[in-house]
């Protein structure tokens, strides 16, 4: 059973720094696209960020140059550094497992639960 368990989210001011983990079971986590994905009340969930398997990276333009993606595969964990972060990233953010199709990652079927970030002006 493939389960993905995030953490790490709080209440934080703006340009102020979060730290999110996906920590991932029930599946061979090396071989594995991970996405990040956020969804603010009354949007649209959007990918931010998502690493493949190895190592290549992609980001949203919202956030490239303030969030770096990063996986353990010893500790089956991916990582989302924020730093400089805004209002406007306040959000419910989510893992996915998903694939990587020519530079760019391809959403898959299973996500966590999410951990809620806010950020405060």
């Known amino acids: 059973q493939v389960q993905l368990v995030e953490s790490g989210g709080g209440l934080v001011q703006a340009g102020g720094s979060l730290r999110l983990s996906c920590a991932a079971s029930?599946?061979?986590?090396?071989?594995?696209?991970i996405g990040w994905y956020r969804q603010a009340p009354g949007k649209q969930r959007e990918l931010v960020a998502a690493?493949?398997?190895?190592?290549?990276?992609d980001y949203a333009d919202s956030v490239k140059g303030r969030f770096t993606i990063s996986r353990d595969n010893a500790k089956n964990t991916v990582y989302l550094q924020m730093n400089s972060l805004k209002p406007e990233d306040t959000a419910v953010y989510y893992c996915?497992?998903?694939?990587?199709?020519?530079?760019?990652?391809?959403?898959?079927?299973?996500w966590g639960q999410g951990t809620q970030v806010t950020v405060s002006s």
């Open positions: 996915n497992v998903g694939g990587w199709n020519r530079g760019y990652y391809v959403t898959g079927h299973y």
């Open positions: 029930g599946i061979t986590f090396s071989a594995n696209a």
């Open positions: 690493i493949s398997s190895g190592g290549s990276t």
